[in-house]
């Protein structure tokens, strides 16, 4: 449980006619991070948007853009997510493409390669990237929208994940997204993640998110104790 908690913001909840200014809501809200969920319609049935929103939005803050890429074909985008202005950039191992040519391709553009797995994916799946990635991204809902409930039974894998993480010293951090919000990022936080990406728990707020953010960290925190306490 390296670090403190970031919060990370997925903006696929938030207001899409004035998306800049939610990426500023956002980031003046003290979040750490920019989450953007890119879907292709193949690799999940939803449609959402391209590296010329990513480009749009990026004079918006100077907060670090995780590029969600929930696409079958990761490495013929991969670079133009990078050019729109995206730091790290997320992939899912269970894409058509092979995983070491699509980290490659992230390095090769100069960004953080990071990589998802879906809540039916098993551990040993990503064992292989675990030290060739900046982030583990582990999916707590079926990826395709926002809103969803958190699934409570992935804790287990992400825990052996936190353990295999540790057992092999390695610096990647475990990122947790779907269904984080009061009540789930506390088990989430105990069970290894640290970025916690949030979307309809931060963006169900009208106004200024200061207070829904520092009640996520308060939760997470929270939860940091119950599990070290508990070692779950
Ligand atoms: C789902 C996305 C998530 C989602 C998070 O496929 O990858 O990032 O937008 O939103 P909430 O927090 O509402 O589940
Ligand atoms: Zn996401």
Known sequence: ???APQISASILNADFSRLGEEVRRASDGGVDSIHIDVMDGHFVDNLTLGPVVVESIRAASDLPFHAHLMIANPLAYA????????NLIVFHVEADDPAD????AIE???KRPGIALNPETPAEAVHAWLDRVDLLLVMTVHPGWGGQSFIADVLPKMRALRDEIARRELAVEIGVDGGVNLGSIGPARAAGGNVLVTGSALYGTAGDLASTVAGLRDAAARGAAAGTAGRT
């Open 101 to 104: 040519e699509v980290i490659a």
């Open 79 to 86: 670079e133009r997510f990078a050019d729109a202005g995206s």
């Open 108 to 110: 090769s553009a100069g």
């Open 1 to 3: 449980m390296s670090g």
